[in-house]
């Protein structure tokens, strides 16, 4: 008898879905390796748990464009992990070395149990509800503050450069 699963998954900042950031200045290009290394640092995560979905890199004309997406996976416990996926768009001139580009940090968790029968399912929705509510709770806090910090963290690694790009929800 196989298994079924009982999934839960939350957007960390919800009502919004992403955080974003811009940089215009000075070789954008730089930015990549300080924002991996700020990422593993902040998200808590080895470079084992760490992912390049996308890496397109264009060198058309005058100038490079990249477009790449990480994600970082890692659990918090026997039943909850969670995700980060960051996505990196990047234009920079080849003569000028100056460009910009747009980070959108994702974070999301999920929990998930395994079931065999109607039953087990019906006792880890109880369970979920009645006994697990409250640290699934401190878990989106908790990765709320990691994501602040890793965009402050950011800030302040690119300067005058950079800004938050605030969207309405």
Do not use: C
């Not at 026997?78 to 580009?101: A, D, I, P, V, W």
């Not at 039953?119 to 878990?139: A, D, H, T, V």
């Not at 989106?140 to 790009?165: R, S, Y």
């Amino acid at each position: 008898m196989s298994l079924k699963k009982l999934k839960f998954v939350d957007e960390v900042l919800a009502p919004s879905w992403a955080i974003k950031i811009k940089y215009e200045g000075p070789t954008p290009s730089a930015a990549i390796d300080i924002i991996k290394e700020i990422a593993k640092r902040r998200f808590r995560v080895s470079s084992k748990f760490w992912f390049e979905d996308k890496f397109l890199f264009v060198d058309i004309g005058d100038t490079y464009t990249l477009d790449a997406t990480w994600s970082a996976k890692n659990k918090l416990d026997r039943y909850t992990k969670y995700n980060f996926k960051l996505q990196f768009e990047m234009n920079e001139g080849k003569k000028t070395k100056s460009g910009s580009f747009m980070l959108a940090i994702k974070p999301s968790i999920e929990t998930s149990f395994s079931y065999g029968n109607f039953l087990q399912r019906l006792f880890y929705r109880i369970f979920m509800k009645m006994f697990y509510y409250e640290q699934r709770r401190k878990y989106i806090e908790d990765l709320k503050q990691w994501v602040q910090d890793f965009k402050t963290d950011l800030l302040d690694a690119f300067g005058t450069n950079a800004h938050e790009i605030l969207e309405g929800v």
